[in-house]
């Protein structure tokens, strides 16, 4: 189906997470106005900002068709809280994960719909990005992945943009299903465990090597580039350092709670997966290599088997003493 075709029918609801946002925020909006595809509606959900992101956002609704943009409360309780959120205030329809300072490029969605289009059971793009510095300037394009997209990677690696990513309405009233469960388990980040749902329910993967917007860095970003070396190093160290398994412990939790979705195999690939979290560090990392877990990079399948075997990755339980 072509995108115009779609747009008779189908908005696209966009799920915008603000926090002090004032001095991009803007820029984030006019990209969204001049979408080629006009079918949008935008719901800002603000966590409690105390400069000028919300009249900016008012003075944005107002300048627009009314009812097309929304501004209500958010949580309080941080950007992946504040995104969950928003999927339960969204109505049913494709929807679409923006951030407050990024711009997007004028057929963002266009492309994405035209991606998503052909496929009637749920289907999740995401795209690369350029990223540039606080002032716009470009500095380099994102990373693109190789490795197939599916869940035994999304397991262990976040690679489906949030920023970037788009779904079609069967995907996204799965995700409006199961964030109840990943509100519960407070999961780390919104795009992997979204990456996790799609991949684990059998939607189609697309991940597009053209990018879609330009990906401000700065002072307050909340993940940042993943592709200097600097930040690849940081993320192993992470991993090596504890703060991966706790992650990956809430996600599991998060998916377990929602395993009438997930595909038979991926639900027996998800248990042995808890499996594995719970055993001592050589047995985790047998666990992991038998189940095919693996990262987009030779290096960050070896620092993620590194991790188990150390004992980094376990989550203790009250029948699980500690040794």
């Known amino acids: ?32 106005a001049a979408q080629t595809y006009r079918n949008w509606r935008l719901i800002v959900s603000d966590d409690g900002s105390d400069d000028a992101t919300r009249s900016i956002v008012a003075n944005f609704a107002a300048s627009r068709p009314a009812g097309q943009v929304r501004l209500i409360d958010g949580p309080r309780r941080g950007a992946t809280q504040n995104f969950l959120h928003l999927l339960t205030a969204t109505p049913d329809g494709p929807l679409a994960f923006c951030d ?46 190789r490795r197939p997209l599916g869940f035994r990677n999304a397991l262990v690696q976040a690679i489906m943009a949030g920023n970037t990513s788009v779904f079609n309405a069967p995907a996204a009233s799965i995700l409006r299903r199961c964030a109840p469960a990943a509100q519960a388990e407070d999961i780390e980040s919104h795009d992997w465990w979204a990456y996790q749902i799609t991949a684990g329910t059998g939607a189609v993967l697309i991940h597009d090597p053209q990018p879609a917007l330009f990906y401000r860095q700065h002072a307050r970003s ?20 504890g703060n991966y398994g706790g992650w990956l412990a809430a996600n599991h939790a998060a998916l377990n709670a929602a395993r009438a979705e997930l ?8 248990d042995r997966f808890g499996t594995a979290l719970r055993q001592p560090g050589p047995l985790a990392a047998l666990h992991m290599a038998r189940i095919g877990l693996y990262r987009q990079t030779g290096a960050g399948t070896s620092a993620l088997f590194a991790a188990a075997f150390m004992g980094r990755l376990r989550q203790f339980t009250p029948s699980s003493p500690i040794r």
């Open 263 to 270: 595909l038979p195999k991926n639900r027996r690939i998800l």
């Open 100 to 145: 407050q300072d990024d711009v997007w490029f004028p057929d963002k969605l266009a492309r994405a719909l035209t991606a998503l289009a052909p496929h009637n059971n749920p289907a999740h793009y995401a795209a690369r990005t350029i990223i540039t510095d606080a002032d716009l300037n470009p500095v380099a394009e994102a990373r693109h992945f």
């Open 222 to 241: 909340m993940v940042g580039r993943n592709d200097t070396l600097s930040a690849m190093s940081q993320r192993i160290g992470k991993l090596l350092a």
């Open 1 to 32: 189906m072509h995108p115009t075709l779609f747009a008779a029918t189908q908005p696209v609801a966009i799920l915008l997470a603000s926090y002090r946002g004032a001095g991009f925020i803007g820029a984030q909006l006019a990209s969204i």
